[in-house]
T-cell receptor, first 114, second 113 residues
Framework: NAGVTQTPKFRVLKTGQSMTLLCAQD?????MYWYRQDPGMGLRLIHY???????AKGEVPDGYNVSRLKKQNFLLGLESAAPSQTSVYFC?????????????FGAGTRLSVL | GENVEQHPSTLSVQEGDSAVIKCTYS??????FPWYKQELGKRPQLIID?????GEKKDQRIAVTLNKTAKHFSLHITETQPEDSAVYFC????????????FGKGTKLSVKP
């Protein structure tokens, strides 16, 4: 039982390049989330999903797209990376039912956009 | 929407002292308040949470108190140890809703031996 796994762990992009971050969970969780963490800004929600095939915008969705084609995977895409997207990205998941508020985090992806 | 403010942003204490971190929230419908600990370079991990049907919850050296009327909640760490050094985040949510958490901006706690 690996929990929440994020790949890659580190990535350096040039402005304008695209990439996809993968989040995988093996806990059969319904809910999945993507956050970005910047110094002094806490954790800000980018997009989230309440189940397979569903996605919704969070607090800071601009410049990102997501997909949840399989229940266990939640992908975060950057179509044209900008230096402002340099950040640490965390994925999280939570179980169905009343415990859906209890989130389990992945180890993070550190992204630098030059 | 919900807004969570967290204070202080940094806190330095001597080993063995107590530490208190405070958060206020704006949405009176919020009723679930977790605290996450993030060690340097690691993932955030849930350390304690409280729902609005109780005013206090304790787990060994950590405790959380909630004042619904004033819309604030606090994390208390007693007998601090160097391994308590980390960034602590509070959050607020509606229990049983879509699960979205609104996080405070974090408190960096340093425990000096």
């Amino acid at each position: 039982n690996a929990g929440v796994t994020q790949t890659p762990k580190f990535r350096v992009l040039k402005t304008g390049q695209s990439m996809t971050l993968l989040c995988a969970q093996d806990m059969n969780h319904e809910y999945m989330y993507w956050y970005r963490q910047d110094p002094g800004m806490g954790l800000r929600l980018i997009h989230y999903s309440v189940g397979e095939g569903t996605t919704a915008k969070g607090e800071v969705p601009d410049g990102y797209n997501v997909s949840r084609l399989k229940k266990q995977n939640f992908l975060l895409g950057l179509e044209s990376a900008a230096p402002s997207q340099t950040s640490v990205y965390f994925c999280a998941s939570s179980p169905p039912g009343l415990a859906k508020n209890i989130q389990y985090f992945g180890a993070g992806t550190r992204l630098s956009v030059l | 929407g919900e807004n969570v403010e967290q204070h202080p942003s940094t806190l330095s204490v001597q080993e063995g002292d107590s530490a208190v971190i405070k958060c206020t929230y704006s949405d009176s419908a919020s009723n679930y308040f977790p605290w996450y600990k993030q060690e340097l370079g690691k993932r955030p991990q849930l350390i304690i949470d409280i729902r609005s049907n109780v005013g206090e919850k304790k787990d060994q050296r950590i405790a959380v108190t909630l004042n619904k009327t004033a819309k604030h909640f606090s994390l208390h760490i007693t007998e601090t140890q160097p391994e308590d050094s980390a960034v602590y985040f509070c959050a607020a949510s509606r229990w049983g809703s879509q699960g979205n958490l609104i996080f405070g901006k974090g408190t960096k706690l340093s425990v000096k031996p």
